[in-house]
């Protein structure tokens, strides 16, 4: 059983940045790869960036791409979302999740989720 937490929600403008944190309760982070996807209202939650075990591969909804990254640091188990030049149509509650996969962009492919965050960003 892995147990993910984030963090590093709140308000930003527009333009600025905001990091996000995932926290797994596992010894074993590092054979999951990770993903973040997003969920605004009255929307289904949706891929936003995915990472593989060794960090060696990631991918990117064509929406954040360019703007976002997502990284890991393994000996802290933890994942990453560093969110750049965010816009108001970003604002959702993010959620991490785990995969036994190589990498994975759906989200019926993610075992473990953790309960998000909210991110608000205004114009």
């Known amino acids: 059983q892995v147990q993910l937490v984030e963090s590093g929600g709140g308000l930003v403008q527009a333009g600025g940045s905001l990091r996000l944190s995932c926290s797994a309760s596992?010894?074993?982070?590092?054979?999951?790869?990770m993903g973040w996807f997003r969920q605004a209202p009255g929307k289904e939650r949706e891929f936003v960036a995915a990472i593989s075990r060794t960090g060696g591969s990631t991918q990117f909804a064509d929406s954040v791409k360019g703007r976002f990254t997502i990284s890991r640091d393994n000996a802290k188990n933890t994942v990453y979302l560093q969110m750049n030049s965010p816009k108001p149509e970003d604002t959702a509650v993010y959620s991490c999740?785990?995969?036994?996969?190589?990498?994975?962009?759906?989200?019926?492919?993610?075992?473990?989720w953790g309960q998000g965050t909210q991110v608000t960003v205004s114009s």
């Open positions: 999740a785990g995969s036994s996969l190589w990498i994975s962009v759906k989200t019926y492919e993610y075992t473990y």
């Open positions: 596992a010894r074993t982070f590092s054979i999951y790869s």
